[in-house]
């Protein structure tokens, strides 16, 4: 049993900032990778950030020089710093864990963005 869950969620103005927390308990091994997808309403999922074991991060276009991941591989956890937040960003955060032959997803939390 893996429980994924996100925290750090809410409403606030555009130009604002927001952090995001993730925890993952339960027996997971060889983690790959941990990050955040979210879904606007009438869009697809897209990535959002992802922290990979390897050292490496990928951030959308779209959020790079406002976003920033980090993690902690010896608590399971990865964080979402949102700067210069806008309207756009407006979307459920799902926060995801990928290894070989799984992956774990949390429930999402909402931001909204607006004035």
């Known amino acids: 049993q893996v429980d994924v869950v996100e925290s750090g969620g809410g409403l606030v103005q555009p130009g604002r900032s927001l952090r995001l927390s993730c925890a993952a308990s339960g027996s997971i091994s060889g983690i790959n990778a941990m990050g955040w997808y979210r879904q606007a309403p009438g869009k697809q999922r897209e990535l959002v950030a992802a922290?990979?074991?390897?050292?490496?991060?990928e951030y959308a276009d779209s959020v790079k020089g406002r976003f920033t991941i980090s993690r902690d591989n010896a608590k399971n956890t990865v964080h979402l710093q949102m700067n210069s937040l806008k309207p756009e960003d407006t979307a459920v955060y799902y926060c995801?864990?990928?290894?070989?032959?799984?992956?774990?997803w949390g429930q999402g939390t909402q931001v909204t963005v607006s004035s």
């Open positions: 922290a990979f074991s390897t050292g490496s991060i």
């Open positions: 995801g864990i990928w290894g070989p032959g799984y992956d774990y």
